[in-house]
């Protein structure tokens, strides 16, 4: 504890210190000839008569710069950026206003050539891309181009994961994004810039290690506008999708409401090997067929008050339905040998159905007291799940029996934070606290009593505070955090108070970003510790029933993993590299154990590890040929484990290599055809050796009517080449899986926009995170 004090006064020592020599001040703002912030443009000092350079720095995303201690001597200031005519300007001190840049123009032979900005741009931990002016703005969807950027992993079911940190939080013009449909629902070329932020500082919840930030176009006109959206995939069958938006807007006054429809079809072939090693060793070997169908329905309605530049409110309530079916169905067939004997001969089949609502409320005030910034934002959460099993086992050598089961399961959250920004010297100090407040109850049962019912319930609470300062030093930026999250978490079974099972957590997460020049690179190091919590499934400690060979259960005494990342990027033109290094304490995993007196049954349960270390390794190029653009991008990961295993201690240390390949070609009539191919080695993954697949994919789109219709063609796993697969370690178990996924397929989309005004709404949520592990 006294080490953190020292660190905060160190800190405040360090932001006293840096406001000295504040009235000797030269400041301004850069913009283009569209009046458009430019931001990272190159800002130098010379002192006349000899041009000795003084200092340098880089404008902030507002186009904004400013130095201190700059004397009284004259100088001269030098702007400049890629793309556009270097600005010379005599100056002394004080605020030289707005300044603009010119686009540069080269003749070539009777052509004329307008440079544009670079793709990539770098600065502290973030990694910004201007979407605008570039072939990214005709590429598609949001989608089409995060999966273009550094870094960024989307998959077929449009999941957005940042390589090596996770899912990251996504926002919209400072509003999260909370459905990722809303990415195939925003055009390319309403895009600006996207902004990624590899290691998120003291602002952001302990457990968010990746934010993705959206910059559109400023929308223009009132009235009512939106979108109309329709999906069909076939892929052994046709599933279907269907979505409006709609948004009125008036002055400074927004009401908008969306609704979606939906139905998900997925075909899966399963083999498994597994092998327990108890008193007896048992082999079961089993062959699945399952086939999932789902509905899901989700509604949205909202209204957003701009009173001026300086205040706002606004409110949301989201529904989350499976009002139709959620349904998947199981067919089994077993050889089981016990000793190497031959035991049973079984086949089952196996019913689930889910039922899952949610009701989710944000609400938000952002405004501006003179310099200081004010964002505060409440989120209100309730939801049931209810998953249903009906399972028939027919056995040949043994008894056969039907096992009927319910889980249910009810939470609700409610939370707040406030985060305030006032300008110190050249810098930004930001400061702010959330609070948090969960309860979660589990209950099972089963008709048969083959499982005992049971009850359990969780809560907790969680109060955080934290402040961070970034400020431009010369040519590098320097940006310092610190975050407290004070947890306490109790664990109830039948509404009794387990108090072995219930703690308290007291945690300190330091953040630190330093960006800098090395030589024609743009470079950065950041470090941050960050967590991640338990979902409250995995701390539900009730047995549940899967089949007559596997029960599974969470863990109440699960800690939630810490996690210390120190990254280094670099980047020069079109090409970007990535080196991380991650030690994760108590580390999560999924592991399998013998259950009962005889030992057959598998119970699938989560443990912590003592520790995991990762490295992770990144290196992209998007070059530009004429009509054709490329990116490739190469991953490595390697981790550095330990499990026991039957006869012993083993080491999980085989490194993965990812690659992706996207093509992106710009045919005659504004066509856009893409190839897309993906590919990972085999290694190992957590507790598994996980086998090798590639998939190819190829698109077309094309838009109409001024870019309001838009049209996307896709087929996806030509080559049907997608498989999941390996072996998965523990102490008393070995388990041998393949999956085949029905992931071949067609897909086409239709999405018609019109006054494609976009929302104000500036609400950023309360508690992200904490809503995703319900």
Same mark, same amino acid.
């Given at each position: 504890?006294?080490?953190?004090?020292?660190?905060?006064?160190?800190?405040?020592?360090?932001?006293?210190?840096?406001?000295?020599?504040?009235?000797?001040?030269?400041?301004?703002?850069?913009?283009?000839?569209?009046?458009?912030?430019?931001?990272?443009?190159?800002?130098?000092?010379?002192?006349?008569?000899?041009?000795?350079?003084?200092?340098?720095?880089?404008?902030?995303?507002?186009?904004?710069?400013?130095?201190?201690?700059?004397?009284?001597?004259?100088?001269?200031?030098?702007?400049?950026?890629?793309?556009?005519?270097?600005?010379?300007?005599?100056?002394?001190?004080?605020?030289?206003?707005?300044?603009?840049?010119?686009?540069?123009?080269?003749?070539?032979?009777?052509?004329?050539?307008?440079?544009?900005?670079?793709?990539?741009?770098?600065?502290?931990?973030?990694?910004?891309?201007?979407?605008?002016?570039?072939?990214?703005?005709?590429?598609?969807?949001?989608?089409?181009?995060?999966?273009?950027?550094?870094?960024?992993?989307?998959?077929?079911?449009?999941?957005?994961?940042?390589?090596?940190?996770?899912?990251?939080?996504?926002?919209?013009?400072?509003?999260?994004?909370?459905?990722?449909?809303?990415?195939?629902?925003?055009?390319?070329?309403?895009?600006?810039?996207?902004?990624?932020?590899?290691?998120?500082?003291?602002?952001?919840?302990?457990?968010?290690?990746?934010?993705?930030?959206?910059?559109?176009?400023?929308?223009?006109?009132?009235?009512?506008?939106?979108?109309?959206?329709?999906?069909?995939?076939?892929?052994?069958?046709?599933?279907?999708?269907?979505?409006?938006?709609?948004?009125?807007?008036?002055?400074?006054?927004?009401?908008?409401?969306?609704?979606?429809?939906?139905?998900?079809?997925?075909?899966?072939?399963?083999?498994?090997?597994?092998?327990?090693?108890?008193?007896?060793?048992?082999?079961?070997?089993?062959?699945?067929?399952?086939?999932?169908?789902?509905?899901?329905?989700?509604?949205?309605?909202?209204?957003?008050?701009?009173?001026?530049?300086?205040?706002?409110?606004?409110?949301?309530?989201?529904?989350?339905?499976?009002?139709?079916?959620?349904?998947?169905?199981?067919?089994?067939?077993?050889?089981?040998?016990?000793?190497?004997?031959?035991?049973?001969?079984?086949?089952?089949?196996?019913?689930?159905?889910?039922?899952?609502?949610?009701?989710?409320?944000?609400?938000?005030?952002?405004?501006?007291?003179?310099?200081?910034?004010?964002?505060?934002?409440?989120?209100?959460?309730?939801?049931?799940?209810?998953?249903?099993?009906?399972?028939?086992? =027919? &056995?040949? *050598?043994?008894?056969?029996?039907?096992?009927?089961?319910? /889980?249910? #399961? !009810? @939470?609700?959250?409610?939370? %707040? +934070?406030?985060?305030?920004?006032?300008?110190?010297?050249?810098?930004?100090?930001?400061?702010?606290?959330?609070?948090?407040?969960?309860?979660?109850?589990?209950?099972?049962?089963?008709?048969?009593?083959?499982? =005992? &019912?049971? *009850?359990?319930?969780?809560?907790?609470?969680?109060?955080? /505070?934290? #402040? !961070? @300062?970034?400020?431009?030093? %010369? +040519?590098?930026?320097?940006?310092?955090?610190?975050?407290?999250?004070?947890?306490?978490?109790?664990?109830?079974?039948?509404?009794?108070?387990?108090?072995?099972?219930?703690?308290?957590?007291?945690?300190?997460?330091? &953040?630190?970003?330093?960006?800098?020049?090395?030589?024609?690179?743009?470079?950065?190091? !950041? @470090?941050?510790?960050?967590?991640?919590?338990?979902?409250?499934?995995?701390?539900?400690?009730?047995?549940?029933?899967?089949?007559?060979?596997?029960?599974?259960?969470?863990?109440?005494?699960?800690?939630?993993?810490?996690?210390?990342?120190?990254?280094?990027?670099?980047?020069?033109?079109?090409?970007?590299?990535?080196?991380?290094?991650?030690?994760?304490?108590?580390?999560?995993?999924?592991?399998?154990?013998?259950?009962?007196?005889?030992?057959?049954?598998?119970?699938?349960?989560?443990?912590?590890?003592?520790?995991?270390?990762?490295?992770?390794?990144?290196?992209?190029?998007?070059?530009?040929?004429?009509?054709?653009?490329?990116?490739?991008?190469?991953?490595?990961?390697?981790?550095?484990?330990?499990?026991?295993?039957?006869?012993?201690?083993?080491?999980?240390?085989?490194?993965?290599?990812?690659?992706?390949?996207?093509?992106?070609?710009?045919?005659?009539?504004?066509?856009?055809?893409?190839?897309?191919?993906?590919?990972?080695?085999?290694?190992?993954?957590?507790?598994?050796?996980?086998?090798?697949?590639?998939?190819?994919?190829?698109?077309?789109?094309?838009?109409?009517?001024?870019?309001?219709?838009?049209?996307?063609?896709?087929?996806?796993?030509?080559?049907?080449?997608?498989?999941?697969?390996?072996?998965?370690?523990?102490?008393?178990?070995?388990?041998?899986?393949?999956?085949?996924?029905?992931?071949?397929?067609?897909?086409?989309?239709?999405?018609?926009?019109?006054?494609?005004?976009?929302?104000?709404?500036?609400?950023?949520?309360?508690?992200?995170?904490?809503?995703?592990?319900?």
């Amino acid at each position: 504890m006294m080490k953190n004090i020292r660190f905060v006064k160190c800190l405040l020592v360090w932001l006293s210190i840096s406001t000295v020599g504040y009235a000797q001040l030269l400041t301004g703002r850069v913009i283009d000839t569209d009046k458009r912030p430019v931001d990272f443009a190159n800002v130098i000092l010379l002192l006349l008569p000899d041009s000795t350079f003084l200092q340098g720095t880089i404008t902030d995303e507002k186009g904004n710069f400013s130095f201190q201690n700059i004397g009284d001597n004259e100088k001269n200031l030098q702007i400049s950026y890629l793309g556009y005519e270097t600005l010379n300007l005599p100056c002394s001190q004080g605020d030289l206003g707005t300044l603009v840049l010119h686009p540069a123009s080269i003749m070539l032979e009777e052509a004329v050539v307008i440079g544009h900005r670079p793709t990539h741009v770098l600065k502290g931990n973030s990694l910004t891309t201007n979407v605008e002016h570039t072939l990214l703005s005709n590429i598609g969807t949001g989608s089409d181009v995060l999966k273009r950027i550094p870094g960024i992993r989307v998959g077929q079911d449009r999941s957005v994961e940042v390589f090596g940190k996770g899912a990251p939080l996504v926002y919209i013009n400072n509003r999260l994004v909370r459905d990722n449909q809303e990415l195939e629902q925003l055009s390319s070329n309403e895009i600006v810039k996207v902004e990624l932020i590899t290691n998120p500082g003291a602002e952001y919840d302990a457990t968010v290690k990746a934010v993705l930030r959206i910059k559109t176009a400023k929308p223009v006109g009132e009235g009512i506008g939106g979108y109309a959206r329709g999906t069909g995939n076939y892929m052994d069958g046709w599933t279907h999708s269907q979505q409006v938006k709609l948004n009125y807007r008036k002055a400074g006054f927004d009401v908008f409401g969306t609704v979606r429809n939906a139905t998900v079809m997925q075909k899966q072939d399963e083999l498994i090997q597994m092998a327990l090693y108890g008193e007896k060793q048992w082999n079961i070997d089993d062959k699945a067929i399952i086939d999932l169908k789902a509905k899901n329905l989700t509604v949205q309605v909202g209204s957003n008050f701009v009173f001026n530049e300086n205040h706002a409110i606004g409110m949301t309530y989201d529904l989350t339905r499976s009002p139709y079916s959620n349904d998947m169905n199981l067919h089994q067939d077993y050889n089981v040998y016990r000793d190497g004997l031959f035991y049973d001969q079984m086949n089952s089949f196996i019913s689930m159905l889910k039922r899952l609502t949610t009701h989710k409320v944000n609400a938000y005030y952002g405004g501006k007291i003179e310099k200081l910034a004010i964002d505060f934002n409440f989120d209100y959460l309730y939801g049931t799940n209810k998953n249903g099993q009906y399972t028939v086992e =027919n &056995s040949l *050598e043994q008894e056969s029996r039907t096992v009927t089961s319910l /889980g249910k #399961a !009810s @939470y609700h959250l409610i939370a %707040g +934070k406030l985060l305030l920004s006032y300008p110190i010297a050249v810098g930004t100090l930001k400061i702010g606290t959330e609070m948090n407040q969960t309860d979660r109850k589990d209950s099972y049962s089963n008709e048969e009593n083959v499982i =005992n &019912s049971s *009850e359990s319930r969780t809560e907790e609470r969680k109060i955080a /505070g934290f #402040a !961070s @300062y970034g400020t431009p030093i %010369g +040519k590098t930026y320097l940006d310092l955090g610190l975050r407290y999250e004070f947890t306490k978490f109790d664990y109830y079974e039948n509404e009794k108070l387990s108090v072995d099972q219930s703690r308290k957590y007291s945690n300190v997460f330091p &953040s630190l970003s330093f960006s800098f020049p090395l030589s024609v690179l743009q470079s950065s190091l !950041s @470090y941050t510790a960050k967590t991640v919590r338990p979902l409250y499934s995995q701390l539900n400690g009730n047995v549940q029933y899967s089949n007559r060979f596997m029960y599974t259960q969470g863990n109440p005494e699960l800690k939630p993993q810490t996690i210390h990342d120190l990254t280094f990027m670099s980047g020069y033109k079109f090409i970007q590299f990535s080196a991380s290094y991650q030690y994760v304490k108590d580390f999560i995993v999924n592991q399998r154990e013998p259950y009962g007196d005889e030992g057959s049954i598998a119970l699938s349960m989560w443990r912590n590890f003592r520790k995991n270390e990762r490295l992770n390794l990144m290196l992209s190029a998007s070059p530009k040929f004429n009509f054709w653009e490329p990116s490739l991008s190469l991953f490595y990961t390697q981790q550095f484990l330990e499990t026991q295993y039957k006869d012993g201690m083993i080491k999980l240390n085989n490194p993965v290599a990812y690659l992706t390949f996207d093509n992106d070609f710009m045919l005659p009539g504004k066509y856009v055809f893409s190839v897309n191919i993906d590919y990972h080695t085999a290694g190992n993954v957590g507790v598994e050796q996980q086998i090798s697949s590639y998939s190819v994919g190829v698109e077309l789109r094309k838009s109409f009517f001024d870019d309001k219709l838009l049209v996307n063609l896709k087929g996806t796993d030509l080559f049907h080449t997608i498989r999941m697969g390996g072996i998965q370690y523990s102490r008393f178990c070995t388990n041998i899986y393949k999956d085949t996924y029905n992931s071949r397929g067609v897909q086409i989309s239709l999405t018609y926009r019109f006054n494609t005004s976009r929302s104000k709404y500036r609400g950023t949520g309360a508690a992200n995170e904490e809503m995703k592990r319900f």
